[in-house]
């Protein structure tokens, strides 16, 4: 019976846990994965995709467009959701207390 050598055993072992993060735990196990994603590159990729739209600053476009493919909320990044609806929607998330981008003070600072 041969001997498998350590370094067989710990690269393969190295395999499965770099498809399991970057690949499986993205599309199926994310707490956001059931929230369609606005770009399929999304759930692998993170925030690339935004970010490029944001640099391009064709944002506004990209988010409509996909909230008119998608639905009322869509998942813009790894952690970012974009809601279009009113009711239980936008009075919930920005009236409340939830965590807001970055951008979003430096965009709306004068609205109090």
Known sequence: MAVVPF?????GWLAIFIVY????QPLFFHPL???PSAHWSIPIFG???ITWQRYK???????YAA????????RMGANELSV????????TVYG?????HAWYPQRFASYG
């Open 47 to 49: 925030d690339a995709w």
């Open 57 to 63: 600053e064709r944002n506004n476009a990209m988010t």
């Open 21 to 24: 993060k970057f690949i499986l």
């Open 84 to 91: 279009n609806c009113v009711e239980n929607g936008i009075r």
């Open 67 to 74: 909230h008119l493919k998608r639905g009322t909320v869509v």
């Open 96 to 100: 409340g207390g939830w965590e807001k």
């Open 7 to 11: 370094s067989v055993l710990a690269a």
């Open 33 to 35: 994965s059931h929230i």
